[in-house]
């Protein structure tokens, strides 16, 4: 019997904060937050006067598979 690797399903999102792109992201695959894995790849940047959205946030979100091995 051969050995089958699955390559989990995985996407990029971003948003004006971290969790926005997380919400994204699961608005996207359809998923639960309890069934993916998030990887941060690079935080939100304030503009002035400290306001949101100088630089948005941009996350990793990959699917786990049914048998939990990522």
Do not use: C, H, Y
């Not at 359809?30 to 790849?41: G, T």
């Not at 959205?53 to 939990?68: C, E, H, Q, T, Y």
């Amino acid at each position: 019997m051969s050995k089958m690797k699955f390559k989990a399903k995985s996407i990029e999102a971003e948003g004006k904060t971290v969790e926005e792109a997380i919400e994204k992201a699961l608005k996207e695959l359809k998923l639960p937050r309890n069934r993916v894995k998030i990887e941060s790849l690079t935080e939100e940047k304030k503009g002035l006067f400290g306001m949101a959205g100088a630089k948005p946030a941009k996350i990793r979100v990959s699917v786990i598979p049914d048998n939990g091995i990522v």
